[in-house]
């Protein structure tokens, strides 16, 4: 329960008197309040800071340290003061949280002594109001990749491989890491030379050389020393497929691996070798075995295993790819423009160049980006306007937004990954929020399993009954008054949706509703004090013990006040009140006509299947070491 | 208590920066500072002792600084404790019950004159209290639209996931349950004085009455 409607308690339940006249029940009683309502003043002394504030304050948030009963281990009873060996900084921020029902993050203190303040204290970080919200997240964000950075840094490379490292990992490790050990460094940089070498050999090859003998016209280099390139070329490739193999070899996720970008340029690098290998030498396909040959020049990417920065480049493009889209949408939003005009415009002129729109693409882009090859001109008086109109807006178009662009880029950039950040962060937050909300909600579905509806039997609810601050109780009382006054009762989504399959399935639920609904006199007012756990009946033993599970009433877990009752009849199940543990065995000799053991799995639900003879109430709380309940209906 | 109402006057400091604009209302209510007339005054039109006036007021200067609840912080403190439904219709009704100036906010001397009746106050004054609740109309006649938009407001409270569950038209039932005990003279109406004996007749209800006494 959430804020400092704590205060508003007396007022709630003092509402409720509004309910009495139309409760076709008995109100159940009142929690005691054994605390003293008087408020009175604490004093909190942390680190020799004396701090102190009235009782109240404290006890608006009952699920903290401070508001809970958990303080008192910290109490001082010399000095009549609570000691906390903490930093008296931070827990003026923690006070003010209290007094103002709003947490601060400020700003000089470290993010993570803050938060190991709060969590200290009980509090969680997403309560922070949302004026210190972003600057609490971002902060934390930088933390955490710094942390993360600094762990990788170590894990890295440099600790030592555990003792009974495969081969295969030692050699994933040489080739990720290669400062690891010497082999590794030697083979990254021989790699890093034939990678060089084969790019500046496509490079030179198509080198006009000195002619050979006897003719004229200069040959490429690659021709005339065919034989020497095409043998540095074989090297290079074995020996780049080697190294693709190793490393495919070594990867421990050889599917991840083959995915992965660097493994696609390597493949891309040595392809159009193997492909020319299998192709025949004919003329037909030597074009397009020409066209194989551009490929290599992407043994150049692989440079980027070498190089950080190259890499960094390729993420930042890759990050950037929306806005650089939309500036090449704007762009040739602009081009199809103005290359249409132009061409209608020329369209008069004869032998002119703009023989399409199309071709007249290229003017518009060399006018716009005001290169001005002067290959394509406009000869009509039209055409010359427009063509200026065409380069001035090139002007505006590209080369003034520019600057800005780049500049709102890693702005936009920014904020947007902000924006995202604060857009899933918010949901989890909320999410989390409402999970503690739920917390509460749900937090009087497991009071009343655990039997928080008997009267005040203070032997028995001091033993079963889960340590509650007082408010809790309050409220807990408030909600079992309204379950009286309408006659219904709160449960939880699982049991509800249960209820109206069983329903619809046509069994019987009346009996169990009239029965449920006899707890008006506190005695029999069944003492819930157990987890309702799901029992599974084999249907096989169903089917067999159908002839005998013929009526099985309601059965009540009540509570006896003394003594051992065990069960004598189908309608009703005592059982012990100062039984904690419930055997299985108990209740099979209890639960009369169910041949088989109940088969326990707490969070399974009842299968649904309509020979289960009954309806069992599931539980959805955590282990509780109290006695368990069999709600079964009749069929 | 009508009376008691008329009696006494209240000493507002009204803090106005802007004019009264439909617009500003809401900036009003910010502005607007209220404070409330002396402890002992207090004292004496309540039944609370001086630490108890002491103790609710700082709890309701905490919440609201400015010194009145208007009406969307009332249902939201409200809905705080039912979370499993719709509290803000029952809510609403409850927040004109407490508003006996009928001014779209709750003092805090309106708050505690409210509390003193339900909590302190003779049986007579609950069950007045309650009528007042429930004639949401203020003619001083319950009828069965009234009553009825009560009851639906108290269900919705519960939620949809109720044991068993909310089958047909069970506000009305529990409608006709209520008239049938309260209306006496049969005439579609119940007024205050039949109200009155049919709750006193009912021992179970005022059993439960005494439940309340302690709450403060």
């Known amino acids: ?635 | 208590m009508g009376v008691v109402l008329g009696t006494f006057s209240v000493h507002t400091k009204q803090v106005d920066y802007r004019r009264r604009d439909k617009i500003d209302d809401e900036l009003e209510m910010t502005m607007v500072c209220h404070r409330p007339e002396g402890l002992e005054q207090l004292e004496a039109q309540t039944n609370f002792t001086k630490r108890e006036l002491q103790i609710l007021y700082r709890g309701f200067k905490n919440e609201c600084p400015s010194g009145v609840v208007n009406e969307e912080t009332f249902k939201h403190i409200y809905a705080q404790f039912f979370p499993h439904g719709d509290a803000s219709t029952y809510a609403h009704y409850l927040f004109n019950a407490f508003d006996t100036t009928s001014n779209g906010s709750i003092k805090f001397e309106e708050f505690v004159m409210g509390l003193s009746t339900l909590l302190r106050g003779t049986l007579r004054d609950k069950l007045e209290w309650t009528f007042h609740l429930y004639d949401i109309n203020n003619d001083g006649y319950i009828n069965r639209e009234e009553m009825t938009e009560i009851v639906r407001a108290i269900y919705d409270m519960m939620g949809k996931y109720t044991y068993p569950a909310l089958k047909g038209d069970v506000p009305k039932q529990h409608v006709d349950a209520f008239f049938q005990k309260m209306d006496k003279n049969k005439n579609g109406v119940v007024t205050l004085e039949e109200f009155i004996v049919a709750c006193q007749e009912d021992e179970m209800m005022m059993r439960s009455m005494q439940l309340f006494e302690n709450v403060m």
């Open chain 1, 1 to 635: 329960m959430a804020a400092g409607v704590a205060t508003w308690m007396p007022f709630a339940r003092a509402a409720a008197v509004g309910w009495l006249p139309l409760a076709q029940q008995t109100m159940p009683k009142p929690p005691v309040d054994k605390t003293s309502r008087s408020d009175e003043i604490l004093f909190v002394n942390v680190s020799g800071l004396r701090f102190q504030t009235w009782k109240n304050t404290l006890d608006r948030y009952p699920d903290t340290l401070l508001g809970s009963s958990e303080k008192e281990f910290f109490y001082n009873e010399e000095t009549q003061e609570y000691f906390f060996d903490r930093d008296p900084e931070m827990f003026r921020h923690i006070l003010n949280f209290f007094r103002t029902g709003k947490l601060h993050y400020p700003r000089h203190e470290c993010i993570q002594a803050f938060e190991e303040e709060l969590a200290f204290y009980g509090i969680i970080p997403e309560i922070i109001g949302d004026c210190c919200m972003e600057e609490y997240r971002d902060r934390k964000k930088e933390n955490q990749e710094r942390l993360a950075e600094d762990t990788e840094a170590e894990n890295a490379g440099d600790a030592p491989l555990p003792p009974d490292a495969t081969l295969r990992d030692k050699l994933w490790r040489a080739f990720e890491n290669p400062h690891t050990s010497t082999m590794a460094l030697v083979f990254y940089y021989v790699t890093g030379f034939f990678i060089a070498v084969s790019v500046i050999a496509n490079v030179v090859e198509t080198v006009p050389c000195r002619p050979l003998k006897g003719s004229i016209k200069d040959l490429p280099c690659g021709e005339k020393f065919s034989v020497a390139f095409s043998c540095l070329d074989t090297a290079c490739v074995l020996i780049f497929s080697c190294e693709y193999l190793m490393r495919l070899y070594a990867a421990p996720s050889r599917c991840d691996f083959a995915r992965s970008v660097m493994s696609v340029i390597d493949v891309v690098a040595i392809l159009p070798f193997y492909i020319g290998l299998i192709m025949p030498e004919n003329e037909e396909v030597s074009g397009a075995f020409v066209t194989l040959r551009v490929f290599r020049v992407f043994r150049i990417f692989k440079f980027s295993r070498h190089s950080q920065g190259l890499r960094i480049l390729g993420c930042t493009l890759q990050a950037c790819a929306s806005e650089l889209g939309f500036l090449l949408f704007s762009l040739t939003m602009a081009v199809i423009i103005f290359a249409t005009v132009m061409f209608y415009a020329e369209k008069g002129t004869k032998g002119t160049t703009f023989s399409s729109i199309p071709a007249s693409f290229w003017y518009t882009i060399v006018t716009m980006t005001t290169l001005g090859y002067g290959d394509m001109v406009p000869d009509s008086i039209a055409g010359k306007i427009f063509g200026s109109i065409c380069s001035l807006s090139g002007v505006l178009v590209i080369a003034l937004p520019v600057p800005v662009i780049v500049s709102n880029f890693a702005r936009i950039y920014h904020q947007n990954q902000r924006a995202d950040k604060m857009r899933a962060q918010q949901k989890v937050r909320q999410a989390r929020i409402r999970m503690a909300k739920k917390g509460a909600t749900n937090a009087f579905l497991q009071h009343k399993e655990d039997g928080g509806l008997q009267g005040g039997d203070s032997d028995s609810t001091a033993f079963c009954v889960k340590n509650r601050s007082a408010f809790e109780h309050q409220h807990h009382h408030l909600l079992q008054c309204l379950e009286k006054t309408t006659n219904h009762e709160f449960t939880d989504e699982v049991t509800y949706s249960e209820v109206c399959m069983m329903d619809s399935m046509g069994f019987r639920t009346s009996r169990s509703t009239s029965l449920s609904s006899q707890q008006g006199s506190t005695t029999t007012c069944c003492s819930r004090r157990a987890k309702r756990r799901a029992i599974r009946l084999a249907n096989s033993t169903v089917s067999v013990s159908r002839g005998s599970v013929q009526e099985l009433d309601t059965l009540h877990v009540t509570k006896t006040p003394v003594g051992t009752q065990y069960p004598q009849s189908r309608s009703s199940l005592n059982a012990r009140t100062g039984d904690l543990k419930l055997n299985c065995t108990d209740y099979t000799a209890a639960i009369i006509s169910i041949p088989t053991p109940p088969a326990n799995s707490p969070d399974e639900s009842l299968p649904n299947s309509p020979a289960i003879p009954g309806i069992l109430r599931n539980s959805r709380s955590s282990i509780y070491n109290t006695q368990e309940t069999v709600k079964i209906s009749s069929l």
